[in-house]
C-alpha cells in the first residue's frame, strides 16, 4: 500500500473511531460516540458496532500492522463486547471504554515506532496468557480441594 493512499485509509479509521466512540460531549465533559447509544438496541446495537470495529481492526491489518498489535486490538473488542454481554452495566461501559479509540492510538504508535510497539503487545500478550492460565490451574486447584472435602464428607 502506497504512503498517500494508507494515510487517507488511516484517516477514514480515525473518523470511524471518533463516530463510535467520542464525537459528541455528555455531561461533565464526557465524549462518547455511537457505540453506547447502538449499544441500547438489544442484539443489533453490539452486533453492527462490533462490526464496525472489526473492519478497523482488518484495516489495520491491510495497513501492515504486526499481528501481536492485532492481537491487542481485538483483545481490546472481546472486552468491550463480554463485559456488554451484562446488562446495564454493559451499556455503561460503553461510555468509557473506547476500544476503538484505543485500537487507532495503538495503530499510531505501531506507524511511528513498529518494533518498540510490537515487544510491547508481545509483552502484553504473555502477561494476559500467563495471567489467565495460572487462574485456570488454581480454579482446577480449587476443584480438587472441594470435590476431595465432599468426598471424605461423603466417606469415599
Not at 470511524?16 to 460516540?33: C, E, V
Not at 489495520?60 to 504486526?66: E, K, R
Request: proline letters at 3%.
Amino acid at each position: 500500500m502506497n504512503l498517500d493512499k494508507r494515510n487517507k485509509s488511516i484517516q477514514n479509521l480515525k473518523r470511524m473511531s471518533a463516530l463510535l466512540d467520542t464525537k459528541y460531549s455528555g455531561p461533565f465533559g464526557i465524549k462518547f460516540g455511537l457505540d453506547p447509544i447502538l449499544g441500547l438496541i438489544p442484539g443489533v446495537g453490539d452486533f453492527v458496532t462490533t462490526c464496525i470495529s472489526l473492519y478497523i481492526i482488518f484495516q489495520a491489518y491491510i495497513i501492515g500492522v504486526g499481528t501481536s498489535v492485532l492481537i491487542r486490538m481485538c483483545v481490546n473488542v472481546l472486552l468491550e463486547n463480554v463485559v456488554d454481554m451484562i446488562p446495564v452495566l454493559g451499556n455503561f461501559f460503553d461510555f468509557f471504554w473506547k476500544s476503538n479509540t484505543k485500537n487507532i492510538e495503538l495503530l499510531n504508535r505501531y506507524i511511528q515506532s513498529p518494533v518498540k510497539e510490537r515487544l510491547i503487545s508481545r509483552f502484553l500478550i504473555a502477561f494476559i496468557l500467563i495471567f489467565f492460565s495460572l487462574i485456570c490451574i488454581y480454579s482446577f486447584y480449587l476443584s480438587f480441594l472441594v470435590l476431595k472435602a465432599v468426598a471424605s464428607f461423603l466417606h469415599f
